[in-house]
């Protein structure tokens, strides 16, 4: 158990500047903080190299951006475009043990850059779309001190897939006398993910992967009735991975522990709009 009292300050500055009717150029810079915390739990060990207290400290970072945002064809089509830069101070990380147990502790400092693009479209009445894509470099650029064995300065952020996008497409008409029916469609891809410091020997390259959705559905007056299917191709994504040993019978094992998603999930909801 333990206590957290803080009072952060956590400003946030904006400047724009409209080049055009439709054509928005922007900048702007603000700090986020995140609370310490404890590590409940966490027996002893004297032989493990990483090592972890029972509580962390609060980590902050600065997030500076700029971006573009246009809307074009009359706004029936509006795209963002945007460059960003993240320096993070006292970074919390979920690390592991040699013991199989883990815990939160303070890193060091690290950065994050990257770019992002969106894009949503209003095609027509009848059809909607759009999607995003990110790429980010993100990196540890320090070690606190007496931290050891978690990895070295210039590892990437365990993770941190280098690569995501997602995407959707809509598609309705009108039916009955005020009736909607509509089916939509939603992808997602998340890149490769180191699961630890790319350094340490302990890390697992996690697969990239992509997640389908589809869900259909009829609206009419306040009710709404639809039909939906979740990871349609039941991909088994790997999201997160624990490595053990021990001994059994006399015997050295060890094993390994993936955490994955949700399997094929299909189910019905029925809304009534008050």
Known sequence: SGRHKQTPITPKFNISYKAAENALLYAQANKGFRVGGVNPGLPPCSTCVVQLTGSFDSDSL??????????????????????????????????????????????????????????????NRNLQAGGQVTYIDAKLKSLAPGVTGIGMAGDKLPATASWT???????????????????????????????????RPSNVRLDSYTLIDLKAGLEKGPYEISIF???????????????FSGVRNGNPIVYDRYAVNRPRTIGLTFLHNF
């Open 62 to 123: 600065w997030n500076y951006e700029l971006g573009l945002k246009l809307g074009l064809f009359n706004s029936a089509l509006s795209t963002n475009i945007s460059v960003f830069y993240i320096d993070w101070t006292n970074i919390q990380l979920n690390v592991s043990r040699e013991d199989g147990f883990n815990g939160f502790l303070n890193a060091g400092d690290a950065r994050s850059k990257g770019v992002e693009w969106t894009v949503n479209g209003n095609i």
């Open 165 to 199: 996008a997602s995407g959707y497409v809509e598609v309705g008409m009108d039916v009955l006398s005020d009736g909607w029916i509509y089916l939509r469609g939603d992808v997602q891809y998340v890149g490769a993910r180191d699961n630890t410091f790319e350094s």
């Open 229 to 243: 299917v979740k990871n349609l191709t039941d991909k088994r994504a790997q999201l997160g991975y624990e490595g």
